[in-house]
């Protein structure tokens, strides 16, 4: 097999650039109103259509599409389990309890508030995680995102008590299920923050790298693990704090679209990172467009979409023969 | 040279290591043997600040190992261990170029290319270097770990059981690589070996341990007698001379 060679990375980069450019396309021209393409430039109308609800709306899919699926890469090559991702180290559902805590503390809090709020509780959380998984006696690989899940278990249904108590309920569950409904220009530019993280974890992809080899090798070469550790799962804590708050939490991503991505282009971060960005803004763009177009001219919410198709990928990448998985 | 200085390690309320002091040369190669628990592996790692110490120093050409950044220590004292062995899909140079990471924080030079190149052709693996790790034997891939630890270029090579995966071919070909690195280079290398014949043959120091202390330090002479090894195993062994070689046998 051959499949590390760098031609592979190149065509497989280029294949998802296209991909995404082929989706933002028809994302632009998908909606409840009809664009006519030819009117954008002449009529008002239609060009405020383009950039106040389709270009905005289009740019957030892309940007939360592919921080989630980097940090679920970033995850996994930290704990060198392929099932760790925001979804199951509990990282998400620490953040919804952010945001929680946040609109009951801070009432009226802005949404770079909310969004610091989170991410404390989104990096405590899944800091929390890794020091129960170091505690872990029988470190097998399925044991490891089975405590993460208990984890984010016990944080889901903290926020749901208290949410019920508050009568938040229904405010919470907007924030747990990824929707991109309600995005137009002014209400989703926080997400380019998300997508600079992943920027920056590609300006860290060689020590993330180096610290994926585990904690021996890296402080033989004199990386500073876990400084290392701290700083990739702040960025994807962070990643998924914005996300979450800004058009809610979508799961799968961060977990099908890496393993994807490693098992085509291998785990070399630097490689694999740009095409697990364009592979989760590719993923989500289509979910996001099945989701505006079955029942058009409603809409089904995306991570309901992601959340049907990625449980598919998932089952499919699990039953593969041969598959990496069966291995400890 | 090395300095240690009364290093101690326990573990629950075992004490693994007890107040070693030794000085490693810088040059030549040492090999530390001894039966297993004796504490060899446990004082490697913490002569190369893998494992914390619960008391004492380690001072590395003026440098404390425990203290100094441990980029500095990286550019001279390189440590492969036994189970480095990682799930990670990339390649064979891929993993020797990390190697070079305490010269360039992964912005790779054109000396690090060479550094990279030499160390792959040195190990025999400069036609698998686009191969995956997960697809190369055990053997290889073994090969590849010690690849990369020759590209970190280091005064100080420090190795825990590196025939552990090897045959017979590979595992004396790395003694031999070993014994040319030490003598065209100057390169200090230590390690921990379970096969005290090849430590016996290729070594020009060997430490003995038991129960987490030196119980004798010489050279292949002094240490590869009968006297000496039944004393270090507390089992009979015979020492035979063969073509200039101490061959121990313990077999029967």
Same mark, same amino acid.
């Given at each position: 097999?051959?499949?590390?060679?760098?031609?592979?990375?190149?065509?497989?980069?280029?294949?998802?650039?296209?991909?995404?450019?082929?989706?933002?396309?028809?994302?632009?021209?998908?909606?409840?109103?009809?664009?006519?393409?030819?009117?954008?430039?002449?009529?008002?109308?239609?060009?405020?259509?383009?950039?106040?609800?389709?270009?905005?709306?289009?740019?957030?899919?892309?940007?939360?599409?592919?921080?989630?699926?980097?940090?679920?890469?970033?995850?996994?090559?930290?704990?060198?389990?392929?099932?760790?991702?925001?979804?199951?180290?509990?990282?998400?559902?620490?953040?919804?309890?952010?945001?929680?805590?946040?609109?009951?503390?801070?009432?009226?809090?802005?949404?770079?508030?909310?969004?610091?709020?989170?991410?404390?509780?989104?990096?405590?959380?899944?800091?929390?995680?890794?020091?129960?998984?170091?505690?872990?006696?029988?470190?097998?690989?399925?044991?490891?995102?089975?405590?993460?899940?208990?984890?984010?278990?016990?944080?889901?249904?903290?926020?749901?008590?208290?949410?019920?108590?508050?009568?938040?309920?229904?405010?919470?569950?907007?924030?747990?299920?990824?929707?991109?409904?309600?995005?137009?220009?002014?209400?989703?530019?926080?997400?380019?923050?998300?997508?600079?993280?992943?920027?920056?974890?590609?300006?860290?992809?060689?020590?993330?790298?180096?610290?994926?080899?585990?904690?021996?090798?890296?402080?033989?070469?004199?990386?500073?693990?876990?400084?290392?550790?701290?700083?990739?799962?702040?960025?994807?804590?962070?990643?998924?704090?914005?996300?979450?708050?800004?058009?809610?939490?979508?799961?799968?991503?961060?977990?099908?679209?890496?393993?994807?991505?490693?098992?085509?282009?291998?785990?070399?971060?630097?490689?694999?990172?740009?095409?697990?960005?364009?592979?989760?803004?590719?993923?989500?763009?289509?979910?996001?467009?099945?989701?505006?177009?079955?029942?058009?001219?409603?809409?089904?919410?995306?991570?309901?979409?992601?959340?049907?198709?990625?449980?598919?990928?998932?089952?499919?990448?699990?039953?593969?023969?041969?598959?990496?998985?069966?291995?400890? | 040279?090395?300095?240690?200085?009364?290093?101690?390690?326990?573990?629950?309320?075992?004490?693994?290591?007890?107040?070693?002091?030794?000085?490693?040369?810088?040059?030549?190669?040492?090999?530390?043997?001894?039966?297993?628990? @004796?504490?060899?592996?446990?004082? !490697?790692?913490?002569?190369? &600040?893998? %494992?914390?110490? $619960?008391?004492?120093?380690?001072? /590395? *050409?003026?440098?404390?190992?425990?203290?100094?950044?441990?980029?500095?220590?990286?550019?001279?004292?390189?440590?492969?261990?036994?189970?480095?062995?990682?799930?990670?899909?990339?390649?064979?140079?891929?993993?020797?170029?990390?190697?070079?990471?305490?010269?360039?924080?992964?912005?790779?030079?054109?000396?690090?290319?060479?550094?990279?190149?030499?160390?792959?052709?040195?190990?025999?693996?400069?036609?698998?270097?686009?191969?995956?790790?997960?697809?190369?034997?055990?053997?290889?891939?073994?090969? @590849?770990?010690?690849?990369?630890? !020759?590209?970190?270029?280091? &005064?100080? %090579?420090?190795? $825990?059981?590196?025939?552990?995966? /090897? *045959?017979?071919?590979?595992?004396?070909?790395?003694?031999?690589?070993?014994?040319?690195?030490?003598?065209?280079?100057?390169?200090?290398?230590?390690?921990?070996?379970?096969?005290?014949?090849?430590?016996?043959?290729?070594?020009?120091?060997?430490?003995?341990?038991?129960?987490?202390?030196?119980?004798?330090?010489?050279?292949?002479?002094?240490?590869?007698?009968?006297?000496?090894?039944?004393?270090?195993?507390?089992?009979?062994?015979?020492?035979?001379?063969?073509?200039?070689?101490?061959?121990?046998?313990?077999?029967?």
């Amino acid at each position: 097999m051959t499949s590390l060679r760098g031609r592979t990375a190149a065509v497989t980069l280029g294949v998802a650039a296209a991909v995404v450019a082929l989706l933002a396309v028809a994302s632009l021209a998908v909606g409840a109103a009809t664009l006519d393409w030819g009117a954008v430039l002449t009529d008002p109308e239609q060009l405020r259509l383009v950039t106040v609800s389709r270009i905005p709306r289009t740019a957030a899919v892309i940007l939360a599409g592919a921080a989630m699926a980097v940090a679920g890469l970033i995850m996994q090559a930290l704990t060198r389990n392929r099932y760790v991702a925001p979804t199951t180290a509990g990282t998400i559902d620490a953040a919804g309890l952010g945001v929680l805590v946040a609109v009951l503390l801070f009432a009226g809090a802005s949404v770079m508030a909310k969004i610091g709020i989170a991410l404390v509780f989104a990096f405590a959380g899944t800091a929390l995680f890794l020091l129960l998984v170091e505690r872990l006696r029988l470190r097998e690989m399925i044991m490891v995102p089975l405590l993460g899940l208990v984890l984010g278990g016990i944080f889901r249904a903290t926020t749901e008590m208290i949410a019920y108590r508050a009568n938040l309920t229904q405010t919470v569950q907007v924030w747990m299920n990824g929707d991109f409904s309600g995005v137009i220009e002014g209400r989703y530019e926080t997400l380019w923050l998300a997508g600079a993280a992943a920027a920056a974890a590609y300006l860290m992809a060689h020590h993330l790298t180096a610290a994926g080899m585990g904690r021996e090798i890296a402080t033989s070469v004199g990386l500073p693990y876990r400084a290392t550790l701290a700083a990739g799962l702040g960025v994807a804590s962070f990643a998924t704090a914005v996300v979450v708050v800004t058009v809610g939490a979508i799961p799968f991503l961060g977990l099908i679209v890496p393993n994807v991505v490693t098992l085509l282009v291998g785990d070399n971060l630097r490689r694999a990172l740009p095409v697990t960005a364009l592979g989760g803004a590719a993923l989500v763009l289509a979910c996001d467009l099945i989701g505006r177009l079955v029942i058009h001219p409603y809409e089904i919410p995306v991570s309901s979409v992601v959340g049907v198709l990625g449980a598919g990928v998932l089952l499919a990448l699990i039953l593969r023969k041969g598959n990496r998985f069966a291995r400890a | 040279m090395i300095t240690l200085d009364s290093l101690t390690k326990s573990y629950d309320d075992h004490l693994v290591v007890d107040g070693v002091s030794l000085e490693l040369p810088s040059a030549g190669v040492t090999s530390i043997i001894g039966p297993n628990g @004796a504490g060899k592996s446990t004082l !490697l790692s913490m002569v190369s &600040r893998l %494992l914390g110490v $619960d008391a004492g120093t380690v001072d /590395l *050409d003026g440098l404390d190992v425990h203290r100094a950044p441990s980029r500095e220590v990286a550019r001279r004292l390189a440590i492969l261990r036994q189970d480095s062995h990682t799930p990670a899909r990339i390649t064979v140079r891929e993993l020797v170029e990390l190697g070079r990471h305490p010269h360039s924080k992964g912005r790779l030079t054109p000396a690090c290319h060479a550094a990279v190149d030499a160390a792959l052709a040195r190990c025999d693996l400069a036609d698998l270097d686009r191969r995956g790790l997960h697809e190369l034997s055990g053997g290889q891939r073994q090969r @590849a770990y010690v690849a990369m630890v !020759l590209a970190q270029d280091t &005064r100080y %090579l420090l190795l $825990d059981e590196p025939l552990n995966s /090897l *045959d017979l071919v590979h595992a004396t070909a790395l003694m031999q690589l070993l014994r040319t690195l030490s003598d065209e280079h100057g390169t200090s290398v230590v390690l921990v070996l379970h096969d005290i014949n090849y430590a016996s043959v290729h070594s020009d120091r060997i430490i003995a341990m038991r129960d987490g202390r030196v119980v004798r330090d010489g050279t292949p002479e002094e240490v590869i007698t009968e006297e000496a090894l039944s004393d270090v195993y507390g089992a009979p062994f015979r020492v035979h001379h063969l073509d200039g070689d101490r061959i121990a046998a313990y077999y029967r």
